[in-house]
């Protein structure tokens, strides 16, 4: 498989980027300016992770990338502009956040005229408090030619974008852009959690591109679990043990009537799914042999922090810059009690693979996983536009042949 060109803005801990380059696209550059989030793709590379060991990163702002230096045309341009300015757990300042990098990902696109982009950023950007903001940052990426004036506030660069829009009816000018909230666990990915996804296509290329159907549901892991038992029989769990089908599942078969939901699509992916192989991290002598799977002591529940219980897909892992620390990201079990996920463990909710280190404290990896993309759900993106991509250039050297 060829490969195709790509650069990121704002890589982390490479959640994204890995999802982009087996997608087959090759990295010309990523930039993050976090030294945490370099040092761990850098001692990934240092240990020989095949994935990563090819990758031109730059530890600098993005602000201060000079685009001139990248050669040649870029394909795709990805990234997720820190999304703590619109995050719900966050302090909602948006766009007057200084953390707002939705400017620098215009002037990339601008400067870089990229074949296609892809941008992922937190679901409380679609929210009511920043709706125009979140129309003003589709228009600018489908008119990247059309600039902000110096000193000219975001909202009077609105209105001039929609003028524009109104008076131009020749799209080869721009972007194709579409965006859609996905919930990760509908790609297979052992948690809920929803993210806003931006793609963008260059209007010249006369591309036609959709998100791809989810391929996983929950009411097809209610069959396998209530109705057929399947689950459970996977995992080994004699009848005795198994829990008792909740009173709302069963009001509701009873209210539908059994159907073959489960024949269609595959079910989500739990915690048990993800991490039932990995040995008890109390068991210090079993855990030790796992790189990252280490006990941290101390979890505890507090309200609206109880934990992801083992039979559903873990709750949203969160980056742990807000609340009692930790959060979320703790495993529940059936009597009440709570731990903490290992490093490894909450890597493989997020998809990382499993021979990607995280050399950082529990804190700080677990703000590096946290804030990542899961790179199953990357991959399934970053594939569907490359083929789109493919189809373009077959077209294209057909036409030209003719």
């Excluded at 801990?13 to 993050?32: I, N, Y």
């Excluded at 993005?62 to 230096?69: C, H, L, Q």
Aim: charged letters at 25%; proline letters at 6%; glycine letters at 8%.
């Amino acid at each position: 498989m060829s490969k195709f060109k790509s650069l990121e803005l704002f890589t982390g801990a490479g959640g994204l980027a890995m999802g982009c380059d087996r997608a087959g696209f090759q990295h010309q550059a990523l930039v993050e300016r976090d030294k945490h989030s370099c040092n761990t793709i850098r001692e990934n590379q240092r240990r020989g992770m095949r994935l990563v060991s090819d990758w031109y990163l730059h530890q600098m702002d993005v602000a201060d990338f000079d685009y001139s230096d990248v050669r040649g045309e870029i394909d795709l341009l990805a990234g997720g502009p820190p999304c703590q300015p619109f995050s719900i757990g966050g302090n909602h300042h948006g766009y007057l956040d200084k953390r707002d990098m939705f400017p620098e990902f215009f002037r990339a696109v601008r400067e870089l005229n990229p074949q296609a982009f892809l941008i992922e950023n937190v679901r409380g950007l679609v929210r009511r408090n920043f709706i125009n903001y979140f129309q003003y940052i589709l228009l600018q990426l489908n008119y990247p030619e059309v600039q902000p004036k110096a000193d000219e506030s975001w909202a009077d660069h609105l209105v001039r974008l929609e003028q524009y829009q109104h008076s131009h009816t020749n799209d080869e000018l721009g972007y194709r852009v579409t965006w859609q909230l996905l919930n990760a666990a509908d790609y297979g990915v052992p948690q809920k959690r929803e993210r806003v996804f931006i793609v963008g296509l260059r209007s010249d290329l006369q591309a036609k591109w959709s998100f791809p159907e989810p391929t996983h549901t929950e009411e097809a892991l209610i069959w396998h679990k209530w109705i057929t038992g399947e689950y459970w029989e996977r995992h080994g769990i004699a009848k005795l043990y198994r829990p008792e089908m909740p009173t709302k599942i069963r009001d509701r078969y009873q209210r539908k009537g059994a159907s073959l939901i489960g024949s269609i699509t595959s079910p989500w992916l739990t915690v048990r799914d993800a991490i039932a192989d990995l040995p008890p991290p109390e068991n210090s002598i079993l855990a030790a042999e796992i790189p990252n799977h280490i006990y941290i002591p101390g979890a505890r529940s507090y309200p609206g922090h109880t934990g992801s219980p083992w039979d559903e897909p873990a709750k949203t892992l969160k980056a742990g810059v807000h609340g009692v620390p930790g959060g979320e990201n703790m495993l529940a079990f059936p009597d009440g009690q709570v731990r903490y996920f290992t490093v490894r463990e909450a890597a493989r909710l997020q998809t990382f693979p499993d021979d990607y280190y995280f050399p950082s404290t529990w804190g700080e990896s677990m703000r590096q996983i946290g804030n990542a993309v899961p790179v199953n759900l990357a991959y399934i993106i970053a594939t569907s536009i490359r083929t789109h991509l493919q189809e373009v250039q077959s077209s294209l050297k057909i036409e030209t042949a003719v």
